[in-house]
């Protein structure tokens, strides 16, 4: 019995001092945003690639460099397949990078410098919000400012306004401009 005792206790001592020696590396920060090789997220108030990407989009309507059939043909499944992504919890930030890479290679040239120069800011970004009717964590469902059955109202609005109005107002700003842009994406003909 003496002899199992001494064996435990000299285990247990081997066992504490070769966990006590090793050493735990620190943590490596990693960054949880989308990087975009074009858009520019330095400036004072910047929005986030993927909220200048969604909410660019819709503001290219009516521009020279508004989004064709084609590219919305390709562009829908992939802002569906991020906002699915985002929905289900299953936030992998390699899948979200992957999502917003190929949305971006989508898009000419021409509209990311569109959207990059618009220089989209937090303060435009609850503007749009505001003026979208999207109201953020009161519980109830955002109405539309004037909503008269949307009659003279483009593509892009009829978008934000049918996006607001399926959304909850419960849902952060960043889940409504995607589904607005889906909205806005699935009415181009």
Do not use: H
Request: aromatic share 4%.
């Amino acid at each position: 019995m003496k002899q199992t005792s001494l064996l435990l206790i000299i285990f247990a001592l081997a066992l504490a001092a070769c966990g006590g020696t090793a050493t735990t590396p620190a943590p490596v920060a990693v960054s949880q945003e989308f990087v975009s090789a074009t858009l520019d997220t330095t400036y004072e108030g910047a929005l986030s690639a993927r909220n200048q990407l969604a909410l660019g989009a819709i503001k290219l309507d009516g521009t020279p460099n508004v989004i064709n059939a084609k590219q919305a043909a390709t562009l829908l499944p992939l802002w569906q397949a991020l906002r699915s992504t985002t929905q289900s919890g299953g936030n992998a930030q390699a899948e979200v990078t992957a999502l917003l890479t190929q949305i971006e290679q989508t898009m000419t040239p021409n509209q990311l410098q569109a959207i990059k120069a618009m220089k989209l800011t937090q303060t435009e970004f609850q503007d749009w919000t505001k003026a979208s009717g999207i109201t953020l964590g009161s519980g109830a469902e955002g109405g539309v400012p004037g909503a008269s059955g949307g009659a003279g109202l483009s593509a892009s609005e009829k978008a934000t306004r049918q996006a607001t109005r399926a959304s909850s107002s419960g849902a952060s700003a960043s889940t409504a401009v995607v589904d607005a842009v889906i909205k806005y994406l699935g009415s181009i003909k």
